[in-house]
């Protein structure tokens, strides 16, 4: 097929190196943007349903990178790498944000995330995956042979956890579907 940019400017400028992005089930994408070139910050973003144009949501987070939405959508998590941070901020039903808070910290680097169905977030950091229930408390973590650089879920009942890590890819059955 044939590949359609949606955006990659903002205010007149090339976005920095869009990383990761989420979709709400009404069209409306949020993504993040780290790593300053042509910007000067780094940046969250959200494009309308059908839109073109990104409006900027956050711009004070340090490389905002993973990103996700709650089951219900009302929530977006964000995991701000240089912080060792996850964010969340709700999600209006329009779309836009609401104010952000923190949801975990001291994770050192973190990076890619995922939502199971029961609400849980995972996270992976360099010291391998994370796990929190939806209040943010701590449920539990998952040891990987090499730092993880992003995961999701998928397989026919979408409970295998695939993570991505620096030279390989590896898969974990769960209990609970994502």
């Known amino acids: 097929g044939t590949y ?8 007149g400028k090339a976005l920095n190196g869009p990383n990761d992005v989420t979709v709400r089930s ?21 494009i309308a349903p059908g839109g073109t144009t990104a409006v900027l949501l956050d ?3 340090k490389f905002p990178d993973g ?11 964000v995991a701000a790498a240089t ?31 995922a939502v199971d169905d029961a609400g849980n977030v995972y996270v992976a950091t360099t010291a391998g995956i994370r796990i929190f229930k939806p209040d943010g408390t701590q449920r539990g973590s998952l040891v990987v042979p090499e730092a993880p650089s992003n995961l999701g879920f998928g397989g026919a009942d ?4 695939f993570i991505s890590a620096r030279t390989s890819i590896y898969q974990i059955q769960l ?3 994502g």
């Open 26 to 46: 009404d069209g409306t994408i949020y993504f993040t943007d780290p790593q300053p070139q042509q910007l000067a910050f780094e940046g969250l973003y959200r």
């Open 67 to 77: 990103i996700a939405l709650s089951i219900d959508e009302k929530t977006l998590y």
């Open 83 to 113: 912080d060792g941070k996850v964010y969340k901020f709700p999600v209006n039903t329009d779309g836009s944000l609401g104010t952000r808070s923190d949801f975990a910290q001291g994770l050192g680097s973190c990076d890619g995330l």
């Open 59 to 61: 711009q004070t987070m």
């Open 4 to 11: 359609t940019p949606i955006v990659s400017m903002y205010m």
């Open 158 to 161: 979408r409970r295998t956890l």
């Open 175 to 177: 209990q609970v579907p």
